[in-house]
Nanobody
Framework: VQLMESGGGLLQAAGSLRTSCAASGINFNIRHIGWYRQAPGKQRELFADITSAGTTNYADSVKGRFTISRENAKNMVYLQLNSVKPEDTAVYYC?????????????WGQGTQVTVSS
């Protein structure tokens, strides 16, 4: 049972990047998935999530710039980052949210580093 992020890297401000989250061993289709990030010295924050039905939510800090999507047939969730800023620099994590209804725990990936230079 695991999530694995990939696709992070170093990019310049105003650039674009796509990160991915691959799920295995979980009931992916019924899980709500969130993207979190943690910058140095700051708390981990939720900035985008997608329900099992595909409804998306975004924090104001990324709205209009980032897009979360999922491909259930491949057990994948994607994060498209556009118009990035230096303040987007962080370790990016995906999370399968706990589901009290189904009795499923929260699951975290190991994270992928995104660094934006000015």
């Amino acid at each position: 049972v695991q999530l694995m992020e990939s696709g992070g890297g170093l990019l310049q401000a105003a650039g674009s990047l796509r990160t991915s989250c691959a799920a295995s061993g979980i009931n992916f289709n019924i899980r709500h998935i969130g993207w979190y990030r943690q910058a140095p010295g700051k708390q981990r924050e939720l900035f985008a999530d997608i329900t099992s039905a595909g409804t998306t939510n975004y924090a104001d800090s990324v709205k209009g710039r980032f897009t979360i999507s999922r491909e259930n047939a491949k057990n994948m969730v994607y994060l498209q980052l556009n118009s990035v800023k230096p303040e987007d620099t962080a370790v990016y994590y995906c999370n399968a949210e706990k589901s009290p209804f189904y009795g499923l725990p929260s699951i975290w990936g190991q994270g992928t580093q995104v660094t934006v230079s000015s």
